[in-house]
Every structure is written in C-alpha cells, then in structure tokens.
C-alpha cells in the first residue's frame, strides 16, 4: 500500500512544457498540462464518458478537450461543455491533483486533496538552488520503489555495488563502506542515518589527487514518501575523535557534496528516480562530472536492483533474511508501518 | 459472450489463395484452404491426436493432412487416414465450419452448422458490386470488438477524432457532426440511425472545391454481428425541410458515398475491421482516393481505441458512463443482449 | 511436478568457463562458477539477504561473493563472511546441488544431495568418446519438456516432420517409418523401443548414392528424466529374417550411427535440448555433416512443437487423443508416474 498523504515528485519542473503530459504514478494514469497562466495542472487520465485518456485530448486555452467526443474539462476536474447536451450532472468531472511546483520539482499530493499541506514538501535543494550547481537526473527503473528506497538506506552496498564507480576502482577506498558503524536516529516522517569514516582515502570524485586521506562524515534522512537528502563532508583527520558522542561537526570541511533524491513508484514494478549531485558553488563543468559519475553509479544500483527483482519474482515465497547492516531499513519500515496504519485508519 | 448464430466476416475472398491460411477468430483458432475445385473450407486449427496446427500441415487434393503425425482429415472435418492404424473411430475428427463467399468477402459461421441460414449475409456491397468503386481495406487492432462497435454507432467522434481527415482540418466541417440530432431505429437484428445535416459545409472529400454546402442525409445500419453500412447523401440545400418527419429523400442525390464494414473479434483483445469505402460507378483512380482517406480516417479510430482499451484494462473496475449522445450505441446494446440471451437459452 | 532425484543434463563441460554461468533449471535459478582447482559448483542463485542474484556476483578463489552487500559463500553454500557482523549464523547459506562431469555433460542433481548416485549417470556417450566423432549441439526450446519427450518417444514422426531432412525429400524414405511395427520394452528407469525396417531405402545420411537398399535395425532407450539413446544400424536385406522374434543382430552393420540426446526442462514454457549425433570412428568432417542435418532436422522438431504449445495454450481444456502409434509414449508415462508418485510418497 502506497502512502496516500504525502508529496511526490512527479518530475523536474523543465519536464512539463506546453503539451500534454501523460505519467503513471501509483498505478494512477495522471495527465499534466499548464494553463495559460503557466500553472501546471493535473488530472486523472481518463474521460468518465467512455474511458479514453485525455492526454489524447486537446488544450483549450485553461481547460482540457476529450478528443473522442468532445467532453471539455476545466483545470478543477470539473465538465463543463457535453456536445449535444445541454445540462451537464456534477457527476461528470475527473479527479484533479494538487500539484505545487517548488525547488525545481513538480510534487504531485496523492491523497485527499483537502489535506494537503505544502509544509510537506521536503528540503530538497534541487537545480535552483543558488549555493549549490547540478544537473537535474532521472532513471527508470523496472522494479518495486521499495527495493530502490532500501538500497538508499543502506550505503554499504557503495563497498560492492559501487567499487568501480565511487570508489574509482581501488577496493581500500570502497569496501571501508562496509564496515563503518551507523547511527541511526528516527526524525519526523523518517530516519536519519549518520557514519564517520575515520582516517579513510578520500573518494577519487572528491580528490583531485590519489592518495589523500580524511575524516569523512556522511549523514543523510530518508523521508515519506521516498525522498533521500543526503551531504557528505570531508575534514582533516583527527577532526572526528575531537567531537562528542553524535556530534555534528561545525568547522569547514575541506570539501564537501549534497545530493537530493525521490524515488516516485510509477507502478508496482516500475518507479522512477530523480536524482540531483553536484557540487558547492556555481560550478557547471564540475557538476558535468558529478552528473556521469551519479548516471555511471546509479546504473550499477539499478542493474543490481532490477536483477534482484527478476529473483524475487522468479519465487515469491521466499523471504529477504535481516542482518546486522539492516537497521536502517528496518527502522525506516516501523515508521512506514505505522503511518500506513494510520492512513487506514483514517481511510 | 459472442454471438455464434452469425456470420462473420473471416476475410476478403481474395485473402484465400492455394495456401493453407491460419487465422484466429472469436477466439477460435482456424485454418482455411480451397479445395481442388476452389471452394473454400475451414477447419479447426488443431489435430484432434496431439494438438499440433493443421496449419503447418500440407494440402493433399480436398484434404488437409497433419504433418505431425500423419493424419488426414477431409472437407467435412472427418478423419480419413491414421498412419499404422487399420481402423478410424468417428470421434477423429475436427469441426468443420460453414463458410459461404459472397460480396467478395468470406462469410464463416460459428454457431451449430445445421443453423447456418445464408439469407443472414448482409447486404454487403463489396469489391465486387457493378455500382461502386472500392478497394477491399483492412485493419488489425488490439482492442476488443466492442470498442469498435461503439465507436461506429456514435458517429458524432467525427466533429473530434476525424477533424484532420473527414472534417480536411475545417472545424466548421468537423464539429457540424456534434450537433445533428439523430434518428434511432431498432430494426431486424440491428439498429438503424439516421441524421440530416442542414446546410452544413461538404466534406472535402465530397467536393474538389471548398466553401460548397448542401443538406446531408446520413443513415446506416449496424447489424449483429459487427456489420456496418452506411450511406452519405449531398442535396441541395432546403431538401431536408420539405419533407416530412423520418421521410427519406427520393431525389437523386448531388453526390453519394456508400461504405461498407465489418469487425470481427480475434481474441478478446484483438479485433479485425474490414471495410470498403469508395465513390458511385467506375472510378478506380477516386477509389483510390478514398481507400486513402479510409486508412488515415481509420487510424485515426484505432489509435484512439487501442489507447480507450489500455485505460481500461490499466483499471478494470471502472465503469463508462452513458451520455445523451450514446442513444444508438444503447440502443443496439439491448438488441446484442436480447439476442445473447435467447442463445444462452438454446445452448 | 519434476522427477527430483535425477542426474539432469545442465550443459556441456565445454559451456562452463572461468566466469559465473547461471542457468534456469526446473524453475530454479542456478548459478554455476569453477573453483581454483576447476571443480564444477551449482549453488542457488540468489543470496539469502536480499534475494539478490548470485551470479552478479564475484568468484574470489573458490568463493562466491554477492556484490549487493558483500557476503561470501563457501562452494558447499554456507556464508563465511557476512560484513559488519561478527558471527554467521548457520541458516545463512544457499542450497549447492552435486554436480558430476561426465561424457562431456555437466550433470546436476535435483534431489536431496544425499541421494546423489552417480552410478545412475546414463550410458551418454558423448562429444568426448573415442569410437565416435560429435559435435556438441544444444537447441532452445519455448515448450514444455514433456512435448520434446514425446516427440522422441514416437519416431514414426519422420515420416512427416522430417521429410525434406532425415528423408533427403523422398517420401518413399520417410514415409516407411510410419508403418513399421515397433517392440516396446520396459528397462529400468525407461523404456527400449525397437523397429526393422525391411527392404527399405537407406537415408541418404548413411549413403552417398541413392537407391541402395537394406534391412534398418533402429533401437533406442528413452530414460527418466529426458535421457535419449538412439542407435541405427544398416545390414544386407534378408538380415531380419534370419533372425528370431526379438533378437538383436550380432554381425557387424554396413552403416551405423549413434545419437545421445538429452531433455532439461528449464521452466514450465522453456526447455533445453542437448544432443551429439554422429558417425563411428575419427571423422571429423562427416561428424560436421551429421551436426548440420540434426540443426535441420531438429529445427523441423522445434517449430512443430513450438506451434504445438502455443495451439495447446490457447485452450488449455483440450485433451490429446491417444491413438495406437503412441504405445511407447503412454508406456513412458506409466514408467514416470509411478516414479512421481514414489517421490510423492517419500517426499
């Protein structure tokens, strides 16, 4: 069961231009448009009458054409022209989202439209964002969004998954991933996950040079519905043993890199991540190469994770087995758990 | 449920060569072939013994043999010759269907053969009528029967889904169809709709010339099990108000197109559309004409159809809703069912 | 249901090199891998964590490593090492299946390990086999195993399927094999199937010229769970008479070959077909004309069969028809029932 009450990411806003948008998003055909005014629009992707989709259809200055026989929609959902009709019920309307465009994303409200709440919209800093450069990314996926959403919670797979990639093919740099201890804390609508990495060479994509070492600290929060805000910051080494117990460090790192994540399922065996990594500062060349460095990695997560979709499916019966390195996720579920509980409760 | 006391149409005659031709019907498979005087014959596609496709069989003079095993089956479905067996028990056999060619087109019937009544061939007027030029035309979709049907009884999608073909990108044209109150009669196994259009601008197709407009009569019968035939007459305008209500014009028309139509299901979602669409007398080279026009037309349909249908199927449990305009598609709705129902009782 | 304690043809030695191989066998997913010293291991394909596939894994010495989070499987499948945890509980393993190399095939066994019997390993003999020259073949199959083994059981097939292959085009060749009477015999864990052909025209595989005739002695043995052992052999005509109900000649032949196929039903809709075919002694050049006419005729077998399934899919509630040529299919089948319903009992 999908989380109803929360803010997706439809798509970068750069997506929707002047033509019809037709997306899958929760096994819901949703088409988008923008008005003339620009606002972006989005409706359920299916006339009442015989059930042809509207991104078949027709924009009409503010309002949307069926072009099967005709029905016009404005942007509420509401009919409001039935060729050789006169009176039109209330009845005949589809159902409209709340869409709200906001750091470069269209966020899409999947519940009740009287409950949405822009405060929900997480802190994502996305290709507008002044203090950091990076180019907007998108992957699809063949597989549930919550194989995508546990690799995210578990960054020690980036010793295996990623040793050609963010650990530039030196296995010292990659697999000290594995063994790093993890503090886990719950927040509001997730977790936030914490490690230092002590005396660690530093990742090739963050130095110039081979060879270097640092203390790294890496802290990210996996947040309801699928969204993953994550910052990795390098300090000289010593820097670590000097904080206390789950203390944040304050000083300027040497270097550091943010990225910000959402995992939006399409339907139950497709999803869709969007994904934004780059630099600080306005920077466009680096950014380049942040941006093939995260399609080169996000490749090699993908092709694991659609590989291990295929198994799962080849034998439903069988049961993922929980280890030690599993607390992330298996925090993230209680939480999930709970607000489903909630949602059905509400329901 | 399909209706079985019918005849379908299978193909156009000229489809039937001296090759064996396989071909899926109302979820039957079926193989064709002539025999050696030419009569066309259809069989079950499937050796009774091992089930293999007598359609990777070899004609032997009338007969059809199993290339599996041997087995020979003659005209009437009855096995004639089992390789190393002396004796051939009656049950070896596979069903034969009545098949009659009429109007250039196959006609097969899929109910009990002792019921098959050639007087239900409909007055098809094909390839092959002194009167007409046409070019036979086919179309395969991936969509369910129904779907066509409906589309074919509502003909106000004209003024949307045929505004760049039929309507030759002159809205005046196309949405002039939206509009025409129409006249809906039940008749012998179908139903019969009928509309004038009031000094309305031709169709271009009617007329080399824009900016002519006349009184357009417009009547067709759509008839069990997926039969269309339909009439397009230009008069004068002001011949529509002298007459009397439901009267049909007697006066020879300006101008007049005559189409004729028939969908044949595959599988439950596949669907086949034979048609015929041309001008009065000899006129191959306007026939051509509109041959072309049919096939950018009927695009048009299938493209809209085949999307209708993945909407549907994405969500099964929703249901149409049923509009002033769909009056004929109703109509012929209660004529199916009455219909399906009295088999029911029979079978 | 699969016959489970079975030495199942998984491939030829030859297919499994220094990198991980996963096959589908019985609907299981199998990856095999080399250890250092080049034993052969089967493990389950799947890691017990997350369900991830082993063989995107990596072969560490005689180890198997999952590259989503790193455990690492020793080639009896227990997990050695499980990073970030210290201690390895025992319930952390894959199921690995005894495999034996043998005649050139890479044998897996199905059942409980601790049934493994090599000793019932078939007489295969194979690409490696110093009395016979053969190329190692293997076709692909989108059929059930069970409509192969059929098709082996019944020979009097040739006369039709192989007509223009095995019958070089004469159907005074083919059309012999389909009214020679056969002996059936039950042997341990199958059944032998013996024929003569008197006086009959030799296949041109066995002779460069045609014309020539001689009494055919063709013998062969179908085991559980899909092993073929065919042997044909020419001799002067008047040979067959000379002999007793039921004996084997004892002189040598003008002419012999030998063919050893094996059936591995990969899932429910796909099979695996492995076969050497061949003439005595060292001929590799005429061992390349044998290999060519099986990919023929063999071909011909497969897209029969192939449109057999699909017929058989499209109406699952049809039975087949038991006729009097197919006594040495439904003898198989009384042999593999009982052995089902052992393994049923036992289970």
């Not at 890496?218 to 203390?247: C, H, Q, R």
């Amino acid at each position: 069961m999908y989380i109803r009450n929360a803010w997706y990411a439809a798509g970068w806003c750069r997506d929707f231009g002047t033509e019809l948008e037709p997306r899958m998003l929760l096994n819901e055909r949703i088409v988008f448009y923008r008005t003339t005014a620009g606002q972006l629009v989005a409706q359920e992707d299916r006339c009442p009458h015989r059930l042809a989709p509207l991104s078949s259809g027709r924009i009409e200055g503010d309002n949307l054409r069926c072009m099967y026989h005709g029905l016009l929609f404005a942007p509420d959902g509401q009919c409001i022209k039935i060729p050789g009709q006169a009176s039109i019920p209330a009845t005949v309307c589809v159902r409209a989202y709340p869409v709200i465009e906001r750091h470069g994303v269209a966020w899409i409200w999947m519940g009740e439209a009287k409950e949405a709440n822009d405060s929900l919209i997480p802190d994502f800093q996305g290709p507008d964002h002044p203090d950091w450069s990076m180019i907007p990314g998108r992957m699809d996926y063949r597989a549930n969004y919550q194989l995508i959403k546990d690799n995210l919670l578990d960054l020690s797979h980036i010793a295996w998954v990623h040793a050609a990639s963010f650990g530039g093919g030196d296995a010292t740099v990659s697999e000290s991933w594995a063994d790093m201890p993890v503090t886990i804390t719950t927040i509001d609508r997730g977790v936030r996950v914490q490690r230092w990495g002590i005396d660690v060479p530093m990742p090739p994509y963050m130095a110039a040079s081979t060879g270097l070492r640092g203390d790294m600290f890496n802290s990210y929060d996996f947040l309801i519905p699928g969204i993953f805000l994550l910052k990795t910051m390098i300090f000289p080494v010593g820097t670590a043993k000097e904080l206390k117990d789950g203390e944040e460090p304050r000083i300027k790192p040497i270097f550091q890199s943010f990225t910000c994540q959402a995992v939006t399922p399409l339907t139950d065996r497709t999803s869709c991540y969007f994904f934004g990594f780059g630099p600080e500062g306005d920077n466009p060349e680096l950014a380049k190469v942040y941006y093939d460095l995260a399609i080169a990695a996000f490749t090699e997560d993908r092709l694991m994770i659609e590989a291990q979709q295929e198994v799962i499916d080849s034998d439903p019966s069988r049961r993922m087995l929980p280890l030690a390195m599993d607390g992330a996720p298996r925090r993230y579920a209680g939480v999930l758990a709970k607000m489903q509980k909630a949602e059905a409760v509400h329901a």
